[in-house]
């Protein structure tokens, strides 16, 4: 006999479709939001990445230090890339670990503050972001408003997505399922904490999270206590981002960011502890829920920002006896350059474009602290940048070595062209390390025998010039990995840029002179090399756009491409 139907079977078979269909509205709403963020920060990245080196490397090591890394999150959207960027300049030594610590606690208050400006109901703006930003990207002749384009493109999906999120709940809020959740997250706060830890941790947004975790408040799928119990997770989460991204750099970043961790994480932890005992304690009855959670995000950051500018000190020390100074690795660089692929030209060609990241690679960690030494002097830091042409030296021996035997084969004419290709750019990184190593820490060593120092405004202007070039610099390594043909644009388009700076700067050191600025008179001669090494190691970068732009067709015959004839 069969088996007769319950009376129940056909609605928790309506209900299992409406939860699928929820999980796809919402897995899609959140994928569209993440793209979004990033998005903007692409955006923000192309179009002022110059002006957030300068912003971070500038902050102060107090309140200074840490309204300037909440401006840096603000404009990237983001704690952890803020959190990215100090660890490279603290790795270098520009930034030190006080300083850098305070620029992080900025950096999370100001994604909280992120979050505010995003869940702001002015979603009726949306087309016309849309119409603003599209136009703008695809018009607009300089590179900045392209960005700017892109930057607004980004907002609108913000708000699209959110509207999107709500719409996927409204028809789960009154289900059965979502009450179990709901009853089963209410009575477990320190689940719902794990939860949102790991979701902020899948979506590597902090900002996206909390987005989420709020929209869901205000829709009313989820009571206040939870969604708080969600987003100090989220805070969890976000902070440990950066920590897993640092694993491998140097000491003093990681423990700047395990720092950081240790404070945010642990202040999330004793929140969540009063949230679990006195729940009712922060249910504010005079606001609705969605506010009530943003409000405890910004307050729980504000409270974590001014109480770690005090307790910085003890969590670095702590967090140095986490992260001890690591021996050195014994044994030489395993080189990319195997011998054993010339059976195969792509994998040849491969390994051969490997090698030449990694001596970019060396160069870029070469030139970000050598400014530093112009300042303060450091025998071990000096050092350091000369081992490291010695590196580039032998790599870019090496890969020509490579070349030219792999050209003994019969290549095709696009395999030609690509063994040519890394010749030349491997020329070209060579001479920006020389411009490092021989000239730059040349200036710095002539500086401090003599005792000299740069004036405040010629400081300045030199300072701002290595922030350009670092940033260009960063930029050819990125297009070395994706080849983006909107990338290698924008490092052309640089160069032309950083020339007109260069003589901009000219012009101010010579205004100084006619002036008669004592510190001007006795380092004219040093401050003009550095300029001129620093615009060379520019164009020695920014020569890598240039076989990608020309395959695409996109070079005009002009000056940039008879540099690229002659480089080549």
């Known amino acids: 006999m069969a088996a007769s139907a319950g009376p129940d079977d056909g609605a928790i078979s309506a209900g299992s479709i409406a939860v ?19 998005m903007i920060r692409t955006g923000v990245e192309r179009a002022f990445l110059t002006h957030l080196r300068s912003l971070v490397r500038r902050a102060g090591s107090g309140p200074a230090g840490m309204a300037g890394g909440a401006a840096a999150a603000i404009m990237l959207q983001s704690s952890t890339a803020v959190a990215v960027l100090a660890a490279a ?22 994604s909280a503050v992120v979050a505010l400006v995003l869940l702001s109901p002015i979603g009726a703006l949306v087309p016309l972001l849309l119409i603003v930003g599209v136009g703008l990207f695809q018009k607009a002749a300089r590179p900045e408003w392209r960005q700017a384009g892109r930057i607004l493109i980004g907002l609108a999906l913000v708000f699209v997505s959110l509207d999107m999120i709500r719409a996927a709940s409204a028809p789960v809020a009154q289900s059965p399922f979502a009450a179990m959740a709901v009853s089963y997250l209410s009575r477990d706060l320190v689940s719902a904490f794990a939860i949102g830890a790991v979701l902020a941790w899948a979506m590597h947004s902090s900002v996206a999270a909390v987005l989420t975790f709020v929209t869901f408040a205000a829709e009313g799928l989820l009571p206040v206590a939870p969604a708080a119990a969600l987003v100090l997770g989220a805070n969890l989460g976000g902070a440990a981002i950066p920590v897993v991204l640092t694993l491998s750099g140097a000491e003093v970043a990681r423990r700047m960011v395990l720092a950081n961790l240790m404070l945010r994480g642990g202040g999330a932890l004793l929140v969540l502890a009063a949230l679990v005992f006195r729940p009712g304690a922060f249910d504010w009855t005079d606001l609705p829920p969605a506010a009530q959670v943003i409000a405890l995000h910004i307050l729980f950051n504000l409270a974590v920002a001014l109480a770690g500018l005090t307790l910085r000190r003890p969590a670095l020390a702590f967090a140095s006896r986490v992260v001890p100074n690591r021996a050195a690795l014994s044994g030489q660089r395993i080189s990319a350059l195997d011998p054993a692929a010339f059976d195969d030209t792509n994998q040849a060609l491969a ?67 690509r063994a040519m290709d ?35 405004d010629g400081w300045d202007d ?71 090494a620093l615009k060379q190691i520019n164009t020695d970068f920014s020569l890598i756009a240039y076989p990608i732009v020309e395959a695409a067709g996109e070079l005009r015959a002009s000056r940039l491409a008879a540099a690229s004839a002659r480089a080549g």
């Open 462 to 532: 030199l300072e701002t010039f290595h922030d350009r070039v670092a940033s260009n610099a960063q930029l050819a390594l990125n297009l070395m990995l994706t080849s983006d043909v909107e990338t290698a644009r924008q490092l052309v388009e640089e160069k032309d840029r950083v020339r007109r700076s260069e003589q901009a700067f000219q012009e101010r050191h010579l205004e100084r002179l006619r002036q008669g600025n004592p510190a001007t008179l006795e380092t004219s001669n040093l401050h003009q090399e550095a300029l001129r």
């Open 351 to 417: 390994c051969a474009t490997r090698e030449l990241l990694r001596m970019a690679e060396r160069i870029h960690g070469m030139l970000l602290p050598v400014m530093g030494l112009c300042r303060n002097w450091s025998p071990e830091t000096a050092a350091a940048i000369v081992d490291g042409e010695n590196d580039v030296d032998r790599m870019h021996f090496e890969i020509k070595l490579y070349v030219a035997r792999l050209q003994e084969a019969a290549l095709t004419s696009e395999q030609s062209r």
């Open 89 to 110: 300049f603290a790795a270098s030594g520009v930034l030190a670990p006080m300083q850098g610590l305070a620029v992080l606690l900025g950096a999370d208050l100001g």
């Open 422 to 456: 890394i010749a030349s750019i491997a020329n070209n990184l060579e001479d920006a390390g020389d411009q490092v190593s021989n000239h730059l820490v040349a200036i710095a060593r002539r500086m401090q025998a003599k005792g000299l120092s740069f004036s405040k």
């Open 20 to 38: 699928i269909v929820f999980v796809l509205h919402l897995a899609g709403a959140v994928a569209l939001l993440i793209w979004a963020v990033r």
